[in-house]
């Protein structure tokens, strides 16, 4: 147990390392010199080259400058932004939450949808229902967030105005300050979490109707019935649980193109998140703060994936003796 | 395509070799040879995996090796083999071919066949409905939406091709060789395969794109790179199944350089589950084109489905053909490929679609 979180950690930690080294790197595939390409309009100002050049340490040798700028990272300090004149890492703060609770509705949607459809489909596989969700399954996995998104735009906002078309209404904000966070009514955030849902949603339902069909084909069912248990009560008591394992797996990877997706859904329905935000910043050439985007959400997402597999491992002893071997 | 591939009957095939190989063994025969006996392998594999899935019913051994030898090798499990014998495509995979041929033929022949410039301005009829003279209708300042659409093939299919050539290329290569002679070189692979497969994708493309410029070549290099990953792991998966295989074993017994044994007897048998990866992996590689034209961080010059989205998108209550003719042509492209790729890879399994 021990043994096998303790290789997981050390694995977390080289990604980690690797993906620093990486984006450390990225500011020297700009072209020409970096201090004009970040400085921009204010290259000519001597004041702010000689602030760029202590902050970025280009006086080192660049070994020494990627564990300077390891070490501010560590502390939290991504530098300034000298597009937007503020700090990297506080900026990124203000629009974290709102890409967050977009995730998380988008997760409860795809559960609240995905375990009834999967269910009622896997209990009468073959059936015109199963069939039907089948495949509207198929036809939701190819629309992406920029197709379904303008869809949902045009039906639900612009030909019956249930929704409106874009933005979000501020439920409460974080914190304090010129420009806090902001955390938006779950109502106001429908068609877009519905966008990044759909995908996975398919995949979800279709995942847990495979494993239940097969499930309720084995021994200890037909016992069960042979017992007299009515459906719904073997349903609930037996089946279920041995065919959510598939199920529960995928949700933990799923965060993963939960994080891609919301990049460009924030971007369909204007949502003021770290997607729009990394766009914008790529659009306004404000490169360290797009360095500090990448590395924030590639750190996070590889730690997301060492605790599901934490989390896993105590859950599910198979898990840790499988994957070591394999 | 495994699927099309027609398989000599193993009965004959013995003896066609030997009366080859007593004729005259030259270089090309030896490759014909060689690509024939694979498939009459592949098929005798199958029946093997039968045999194997009959004998484990009698001992009471746990399927699942059955199921895992024959899926590591691509062939249908060996359950599906008893219960749906004949494999049929069907209509629907037809279908989804024909629509992707007719993708591709309007993305290399557009100027060929009289498609006029995407960029040409009709300034006598802008913002018109479709009819007969704009089959799409055309958008303010009179673009022939028609037109732009079948030239925004041509970005995609570029990414799509692309993204296959290097990842078979690159990938495929990477992962033949590091799951045949593992050792230093397969812990690196696997290293950074699962360190890029592991981060989400769009975000690197993004950044790459960002530092590097925008331009249609750099978005192809972004995606390109990104998606050799998939198919080094794929391929060498394969590859470490095939390698314990009988022939392989007495061909390295028998005294055969390792590297012939690697692209004679190992490579053709790796080629098939790669191939099916194909069409699964270009439309992953089009929607992140896709994402990044409608985010704006494509080049604007370049025709692309994903801009015609977000520029028509403006339009929504006046024009709504202008969001939806590409929205159409990118949903139903999207479909065919995963729906060949799902055919292809003989598995009805969802989860191999999702990115």
Not at chain 1, 20 to 36: A, D, E, R
Request: proline content about 5%; overall charge positive; cysteine-free.
């Amino acid at each position: 147990m021990v043994t096998y979180i303790g290789t997981r950690f050390l694995r977390m930690v080289s990604v980690i390392l690797a993906v620093s080294v990486f984006t450390f790197f990225l500011i020297n595939l700009l072209p020409g010199s970096p201090i004009n390409t970040i400085l921009g309009a204010a290259a000519g100002n001597a004041a702010a080259r000689a602030q760029v050049t202590a902050q970025l340490g280009l006086n080192h040798p660049i070994y020494v400058r990627y564990f300077i700028w390891l070490g501010h990272a560590l502390q939290g300090n991504l530098g300034r932004s000298y597009v937007s004149q503020t700090s990297v890492a506080g900026t990124i703060f203000e629009h974290l939450p709102l890409t967050l609770e977009l995730m998380v509705l988008a997760e409860i949607i795809s559960l609240v949808v995905a375990i009834p459809l999967g269910i009622a489909s896997g209990m009468r596989p073959d059936s015109w229902f199963d069939k039907i969700v089948g495949g509207v399954s198929i036809g939701l996995l190819a629309l992406p967030a920029f197709v379904l998104g303008p869809l949902l735009i045009f039906v639900l906002a612009v030909k019956t105005n249930i929704f409106p078309p874009s933005g979000e209404t501020t439920w409460f904000t974080i914190g304090s300050g010129y420009s806090p966070a902001i955390i938006a009514t779950p109502q106001s955030l429908v068609m877009p979490a519905l966008t990044l849902a759909a995908g996975q949603l398919a995949v979800f339902s279709r995942v847990l109707r495979g494993d239940l069909v097969s499930t309720l084909k084995s021994e200890f069912i037909l016992m069960a019935r042979s017992k007299g248990f009515s459906r719904w009560y073997i349903l609930f008591r037996h089946a279920l649980r041995p065919s959510s394992i598939s199920l529960v797996s995928l949700v933990g990877l799923s965060i993963g193109g939960l994080i891609a997706g919301a990049l460009v859904v924030e971007n369909i329905f204007a949502l003021p998140g770290m997607g729009t935000l990394i766009v914008n910043s790529i659009l306004k050439r404000d490169y360290l703060m797009v360095q500090g985007i990448a590395l924030l959400i590639s750190a996070g997402f590889v730690f997301v994936n060492f605790v599901t597999d934490a989390v896993y491992a105590l859950l599910d002893p198979r898990i840790r003796r499988a994957r070591l071997i394999g | 395509m495994p699927d099309s591939s027609v398989e000599p009957a193993p009965s004959t095939a013995p003896a066609r070799r030997r009366q080859r190989r007593r004729w005259d063994p030259s270089v090309t025969e030896r490759a014909e040879e060689a690509l024939r006996s694979s498939l009459v392998r592949a098929a005798e594999s199958r029946v093997a995996a039968e045999e194997m899935e009959a004998a484990d019913a009698s001992l009471n051994v746990a399927p699942e090796i059955a199921a895992l030898t024959a899926d590591a090798l691509n062939l249908p499990a060996a359950t599906t083999v008893v219960t749906a014998p004949a494999r049929k495509l069907g209509k629907g995979f037809w279908i989804a071919v024909g629509w992707i041929a007719l993708v591709i033929v309007a993305a290399i022949f557009a100027n060929v066949i009289g498609i006029p410039n995407p960029n040409k301005l009709w300034p006598s009829d802008p913002s018109q409905a479709p009819n007969i003279h704009h089959l799409f209708g055309t958008d303010i300042i009179g673009h022939d939406i028609f037109n732009q659409v079948v030239y925004g093939a041509r970005t995609s299919m570029i990414i799509g091709a692309s993204s296959v050539a290097v990842g078979i290329g690159i990938g495929g290569l990477l992962g033949l060789i590091a799951g045949f002679y593992r050792g230093a070189l397969d812990v690196v692979v696997v290293w950074v395969v699962d360190v890029l497969l592991t981060l989400p994708g769009l975000v690197l493309v993004l950044t790459l794109v960002a530092f590097l410029g925008e331009s249609l070549f750099n978005v192809i290099l972004a995606i390109d790179v990104l998606s050799i990953p998939a198919y080094a792991r794929i391929s060498r998966a394969a590859t470490l199944a095939v390698s314990q295989r009988d022939w392989v074993l007495s061909g390295l017994s028998l005294g055969a350089r390792p590297r012939r044994v690697l692209f004679r007897d190992v490579m053709p048998m790796v080629a098939l589950p790669i191939a099916s990866y194909a069409a699964i992996g270009a439309s992953i590689a089009i929607i992140a084109e896709g994402a990044l034209a409608y985010l704006g961080l494509a080049p604007a010059s370049d025709i692309s489905w994903g801009t015609m989205i977000a520029n028509g998108q403006q339009q929504f209550t006046s024009a709504p053909q202008l969001a939806f003719a590409p929205m159409i042509v990118f949903f139903l492209t999207i479909m065919a490929l995963n729906f060949v790729g799902q055919k292809a890879s003989g598995a009805l399994d969802l989860r191999a679609a999702q990115l």
